[in-house]
C-alpha cells in the first residue's frame, strides 16, 4: 500500500529533522509554494477560530466552516499544511467532535505522507478517542509507520500512534507491520535518552508498553515477539520505569503493572533478571498509592496480580487491593465487573475473597446494559466457580437468551456453550439456539482448539437436545470433519475420545480411525489419572471394528493398571472405569495379570455386558477453554476450581472437571407435572435486576433444581446431589424460611450456607422417600409461609 502516489522518493531520502521535512513535503505534493494562498488562506481562519472555543456548544460554527474549508481545498487539490491539521484533530479531540474528525481523517488520509509524525499522531490519537471508524484512515496511518517510523520524533508520538492502532487490533488494518516500525523507533529514543542521561516520560513508557504487550499477546503479534527488538525494548522500558515511580500517576503504575504481568508470561528469559524486580517495586507502589486509584484502575490491577503468581510482594499488597475492589464494586462499569470476575475464577486467593460478592454484584446488576462481550466473559469466569455461580449464571444465560445471542461471534457462542456445559447449567431454549446458530456459521474453519471446545460442549447437552431436530448433527459432522484432535495436546486427544462416547456412533464412525491414529502418538505416563479414565472410557463406546483399537485399548489398560497402586482416583473416574470393564468382551481381551488387577480393584463382575452408553449421571468429562477471550478483554481465561488433578491455562493444560446430567422427564419444556409449585425466592418489588424474575420450583423430576426465568425452565446440577463438599447458591435461596429483600442488598444471598451433605439428603428424602400426606403437609406449609410474607410486603409498601 502506497501513501503517497505522486512522490515519495525525496520523503524517504530526505535526512532533515521532522519539521523542516514537513514543510517541505507541500511542495512535494503539488509542485507549488505552500505559502501561496492556497490551503492556508482556506482552512487557516476555521482552525484558529476553532481554537480558540472552550467547549463543543460553541464550537458548532466553526467547525462547520472548517468542513467548508476542507471540501474547498479537496477540490482545488491545494497544498496541505500538517501542522493545521494536528492542531485541528487536537481540539476536535478534546471537544469530542466526531463528525468534524470523520471529515479531516477523510481529507488527511491520502495526504498523510505530507505530514510530519506529531501531526499523524494527534490526528490517529483524536480519531481513536472519538470512535471513528474510517478504517481506510488507521490503515494508512499503519503503512506511515512502517515506511516512515522515523518521522516521531519523540516518544510521545509513539506512544499515541501506539495507543490509537491498539483500538484496532480486531480489525483488518495491518497492526502488526506498525508496531515493528514504532518498536524500532521507540528503542532508538530510549537508547538516546539513556545515553544523554535524561529519562522519558514515564507517561508514554507506560501507554507504549501496555499496547505493545496486548499486541504480542494475540496471533498477530507472534512474529514481533519472536524479534530480538521486542525483548530489547521490554528491557529498555524495564529499566527506565523503575527510577521514575515515585513520579507515576496511578494510572502509570496500573498501566505498566498490567504491561509487566503479560509480559510476564510472553517472555520467560526475562524474568528473573528483568520483570521480577520491576513487579516487585510496583507492588509497593500499589501497597503505598492504594488510595489514588479508580474503579478502572483497580479492575485492570486485580487482573495483573492475577496473571502473575508467587512474587513475595504481592502478598502484602495483594490484601489491600482486595480492599479496594470490595469498595468499589459497586461502581463497577460492566466490563471492570467482568475483569474482577476473570481475577476472581483464576486466582484462588482473589477467588476465596471476592467471588461470592462479585456474584452477588452481578446478580444485583440490570444484565441489558452489558455487552454481549462482557455477558460471553461473565458467563465463562462464572462458570469456573462452581456452585457459587451458577444462580448468577441462570440470569446471564436468561439475558442472552432474551437478546437471541444478538451481538455474539462465533467463537463467543462456542465459549458460551462450554460455559452452560461446564457449570452444567441446561438452558434448553439457549443451547437449540447456539447450537443451530454453530451449524450454520461455519464452526468447523474456527481454530483447532475452539473447534475441539465446540465439540466437547455438543457432546455434553447432546442428549438433552430434542431427537427430531436435525441441527445438532449438522454441527457434529462439520466439527468431526475438522478434525480437532489433530496435533492438539493430549488432553485434547482425551476430551475428543469421551465426547466420541456420547454422539451416535452412525456420526462418530468413520472418525474413530484418525483418532486412534492419533492415540497412538500419545504416550500414556503423560496422561494424569482422570485423563486416563476419559481416554478408556471413550474407547470402551467404539462399536466398529477397526485397526489399531486392541493395541492401543491394551496399551492404556496397561499404564491404568501400573498405577492402580499408590495412585488416587475419584469417585466419578471409578464410575467411568466400571461403566468401562464391565464389558465383558474388552476386559477379555487384555492379559490375565491386568485382567486380575483391574478386577480386584474395581470390583467388576463379568458375568453380564451392559450397554455401551454409560448411565447419564456417570458422564463426566474435562475441558481447556482457549485463551482467547483474552484480548478483547485484555485478560485470559481463567483456570477452573479445584478437581483431582490441575494444570495452568498458561502452558494450555488445564483440566476442568464437568459432567452432564440428561433430563428425561414426561412434561415437554421443563419436566414438571401440571401441578408444579413455583417457589419465588426474589422481591415481588419493582426491581431493574433479572433476580427479580428468578424461580425455584421444588416439584420436578430433575435431581438438581429447576429454575424459572420468566418461561423459561432452567436445570442446574446441584452438587450437594453428588455430595460435593461445593457450595451452591441455588441451594442458599431454596431455603424454606423467605427472608426479605430490599434493593440495597440480598439478605438471601448472604445466608449461611445449608451443610452441603446435610442439605443434599433432605433434598433427596423431600424428593423421593416422602409420603404423600408429608408432601401435602409441605405444600400447605409453603403456601402459607408465601403468602404470610406476600401480605407484610403489601402493608409494607402501603405505609
Known amino acids: ?409 462465533t467463537t463467543d457462542k462456542v465459549l458460551f456453550l462450554w460455559a452452560l456445559a461446564k457449570c452444567k447449567v441446561m438452558h434448553l431454549a439457549l443451547c437449540r439456539l447456539i447450537v443451530r446458530d454453530l451449524a450454520v456459521e461455519n464452526c468447523g474453519s474456527l481454530p483447532r482448539d475452539k473447534v475441539g471446545l465446540a465439540l466437547w460442549s455438543l457432546a455434553v447437552v447432546w442428549s438433552s437436545l430434542p431427537d427430531g431436530e436435525t441441527w445438532r448433527e449438522m454441527l457434529a459432522t462439520s466439527l468431526l470433519a475438522s478434525q480437532p484432535w489433530l496435533m492438539a495436546p493430549a488432553y485434547e486427544v482425551t476430551n475428543a475420545a469421551w465426547a466420541f462416547s456420547q454422539l451416535p456412533q452412525s456420526l462418530s464412525g468413520r472418525s474413530w480411525p484418525s483418532l486412534l491414529q492419533t492415540m497412538s502418538w500419545v504416550q500414556p505416563r503423560q496422561l494424569s489419572e482422570h485423563e486416563l479414565c476419559n481416554l478408556l472410557f471413550g474407547l470402551s463406546s467404539c462399536t466398529v471394528k477397526v485397526a489399531m483399537f486392541d493395541e492401543t485399548f491394551a496399551r492404556f489398560s496397561g499404564e491404568l493398571a501400573a498405577r492402580l497402586d499408590g495412585r488416587y482416583f475419584s469417585e466419578h473416574d471409578r464410575r467411568l472405569l466400571v461403566s468401562c470393564f464391565s464389558k465383558h468382551a474388552l476386559l477379555k481381551s487384555l492379559e490375565e495379570s491386568i485382567q486380575e488387577k483391574i478386577k480386584v480393584f474395581l470390583g467388576v463382575d463379568t458375568r453380564e455386558d451392559p450397554s455401551p452408553t454409560a448411565p447419564e449421571e456417570f458422564q463426566d468429562q474435562t475441558e481447556n477453554p482457549a485463551e482467547e477471550q483474552d484480548d478483547a478483554h485484555g485478560a485470559e481465561v481463567p483456570p477452573p476450581p479445584p478437581t483431582p488433578t490441575e494444570k495452568t491455562t498458561d502452558d494450555k493444560t488445564t483440566e476442568w472437571d464437568h459432567g452432564h446430567h440428561g433430563h428425561n422427564h414426561g412434561h415437554q419444556g421443563h419436566g414438571c407435572g401440571e401441578t408444579c409449585y413455583n417457589c419465588e425466592v426474589a422481591p415481588t418489588g419493582a426491581s431493574s435486576s433479572d433476580l427479580s424474575r428468578l424461580r425455584l420450583n421444588y416439584h420436578c423430576n430433575y435431581k438438581g433444581h429447576c429454575v424459572q426465568l420468566k418461561h423459561t425452565f432452567i436445570h442446574v446440577d446441584c452438587p450437594a446431589e453428588s455430595d460435593s463438599e461445593e457450595d451452591c447458591m441455588l441451594c442458599n435461596m431454596s431455603r424454606r424460611r423467605a427472608r426479605s429483600m430490599d434493593s440495597k442488598g440480598l439478605d438471601i444471598l448472604d445466608a449461611e450456607p445449608i451443610e452441603p451433605r446435610r442439605r443434599g439428603r433432605q433434598q433427596r428424602s423431600r424428593r423421593s422417600g416422602s409420603s404423600s400426606s408429608e408432601q401435602a403437609q409441605h405444600q400447605a406449609e409453603q403456601q402459607a409461609e408465601q403468602q404470610a410474607e406476600h401480605q407484610a410486603e403489601q402493608k409494607a409498601e402501603q405505609q
Not at 158 to 176: E, G, I
Not at 185 to 200: E, F, G, P, W
Not at 287 to 306: E, G, I, P, Y
Not at 325 to 350: H, P
Open 1 to 409: 500500500m502506497a501513501i503517497d502516489p505522486v512522490d515519495v522518493e525525496g520523503l524517504t531520502t530526505s535526512k532533515r529533522p521532522p519539521k523542516e521535512r514537513k514543510q517541505s513535503q507541500p511542495k512535494q505534493y503539488n509542485h507549488q509554494k505552500s505559502g501561496s494562498g492556497g490551503c492556508h488562506s482556506r482552512i487557516r481562519k476555521p482552525v484558529l477560530a476553532l481554537c480558540k472555543v472552550t467547549n463543543a456548544a460553541a464550537a458548532a460554527q466553526p467547525a462547520k466552516n472548517l468542513k467548508a474549508a476542507l471540501l474547498e481545498a479537496e477540490q482545488g487539490n491545494e497544498p496541505v499544511d500538517g501542522g493545521l491539521l494536528g492542531m485541528a484533530a487536537a481540539q476536535a479531540g478534546r471537544l469530542g467532535l466526531k463528525d468534524l474528525l470523520n471529515t479531516l481523517c477523510a481529507y488527511s488520509w491520502p495526504r498523510l505522507s505530507c505530514c510530519g509524525g506529531r501531526e499523524v499522531a494527534e490526528l490517529a490519537a483524536a480519531a481513536s478517542k472519538c470512535g471513528c471508524d474510517d478504517d481506510r484512515f488507521f490503515g494508512f496511518v499503519a503503512v506511515y509507520c512502517c515506511q516512515y517510523a522515523d518521522a516521531f520524533g519523540c516518544l510521545r508520538d509513539v506512544a499515541l500512534v501506539a495507543t490509537a492502532l491498539t483500538r484496532k487490533l480486531d480489525s483488518k488494518v495491518d497492526v502488526a507491520s506498525a508496531f515493528h516500525g514504532l518498536t524500532v523507533v521507540a528503542l532508538k529514543h530510549l537508547n538516546t535518552s539513556r545515553a544523554s542521561y535524561t529519562q522519558c516520560p514515564i507517561r508514554d513508557i507506560a501507554e507504549f508498553f501496555y499496547s505493545l504487550v496486548n499486541l504480542l499477546g494475540t496471533s498477530s503479534g507472534t512474529a514481533l515477539c519472536a524479534l530480538d527488538v521486542a525483548r530489547d525494548v521490554i528491557v529498555a522500558m524495564a529499566t527506565s520505569v523503575r527510577p521514575q515511580l515515585h513520579k507515576a500517576s496511578a494510572q502509570d503504575i496500573a498501566k505498566t503493572t498490567g504491561a509487566a504481568s503479560m509480559a510476564w508470561t510472553l517472555f520467560p528469559q526475562l524474568q528473573d533478571q528483568v520483570l521480577m524486580p520491576l513487579l516487585q517495586e510496583l507492588a509497593q507502589a500499589v501497597r503505598f498509592r492504594h488510595t489514588d486509584f479508580n474503579a478502572q484502575d483497580v479492575a485492570h490491577l486485580c487482573v495483573a496480580f492475577a496473571k502473575v503468581d508467587g512474587i513475595p510482594d504481592f502478598s502484602t499488597s495483594l490484601p489491600v487491593l482486595l480492599d479496594k475492589v470490595l469498595d468499589n464494586l459497586a461502581i463497577f462499569s460492566s466490563k471492570d465487573l467482568s475483569l474482577v470476575s476473570w481475577a476472581a475464577s483464576r486466582s484462588q486467593y482473589i477467588g476465596d475473597r471476592c467471588s461470592g460478592h462479585v456474584t452477588k454484584e452481578v446478580m444485583r446488576r440490570d444484565l441489558s446494559a452489558f455487552s454481549a462481550q462482557d455477558l460471553c466473559m461473565m458467563a465463562q469466569c462464572l462458570a469456573k466457580m462452581g456452585g457459587r455461580g451458577k444462580a448468577a449464571l441462570c440470569l446471564v444465560a436468561g439475558q442472552v437468551f432474551a437478546r437471541q445471542a444478538q451481538g455474539l461471534n
